[in-house]
T-cell receptor
């Protein structure tokens, strides 16, 4: 089946540790995105990538890093510099529909840092 | 930056009732998308709109792209328990590579 996978579903880390969240897609989409969602809140963009080996900061990139070495993969590292890392993290990818981009989301990873 | 105002923030309705929610923008959008998110899951795309005035249905869901290009509406007819969730609007400006999301409308249904 085509889709976006994120692993693991739940992740627990101690404060001060870096942690990497996985995102893989087999939809042959060029663009990929990482969002953060806090309880009762909307989605905030962390980083996005339009093509392999290129990515741009979103609205809340501080304390995060990404890489895009393969079209299918866009891992997100939450560094120890992120002050409030506990959140629900969502990965998305998009195709181009005319001049518009429809984004499709993965199931999310809930990160808890204590 | 661009902002979306989505309303209402929450709705509590009886099963069988119709639902209406909307999003307004401070700037013009070329695309409006509506998503539904269930607890602990990623948002699922429900409807995509590409032209001002466009009216599109997906089962009991109907969405419209406002003629001013600054707003969009989502209606759900004859609600059922599985409609429970958070509904997000998202818009994309011309040439923009990012979506702007609304804050969501939380729908609760009393059986």
């Amino acid at each position: 089946d085509g889709g976006i996978t994120q692993s693991p579903k739940y992740l627990f880390r101690k404060e001060g540790q870096n942690v990497t969240l996985s995102c893989e897609q087999n939809l042959n989409h060029d663009a990929m995105y990482w969002y953060r969602q806090d309880p009762g809140q909307g989605l905030r963009l962390i980083y996005y990538s339009q093509i392999v080996n290129d990515f741009q900061k979103g609205d809340i990139a501080e304390g995060y890093s990404v890489s895009r070495e393969k079209k299918e993969s866009f891992p997100l590292t939450v560094t120890s510099a992120q002050k409030n890392p506990t959140a629900f993290y969502l990965c998305a990818s998009s195709r181009r529909q005319g001049n518009s981009y429809e984004q499709y989301f993965g199931p999310g990873t809930r990160l808890t840092v204590t | 930056g661009q902002q979306l105002n989505q309303s209402p923030q929450s709705m509590f309705i009886q099963e069988g009732e119709d639902v209406s929610m909307n999003c307004t923008s401070s700037s013009i959008f070329n695309t409006w998308l509506w998503y539904k998110q269930e607890p602990g899951e990623g948002p699922v795309l429900l409807i995509a709109l590409y032209k001002a005035g466009e009216l599109t249905s997906n089962g009991r869901l109907t969405a419209q792209f406002g003629i001013t290009r600054k707003d969009s509406f989502l209606n759900i007819s004859a609600s059922i328990p599985s409609d429970v969730g958070i509904y997000f609007c998202a818009g994309q400006g011309e040439g923009a590579q990012k979506l702007v999301f609304g804050q969501g409308t939380r729908l609760t249904i009393n059986p």
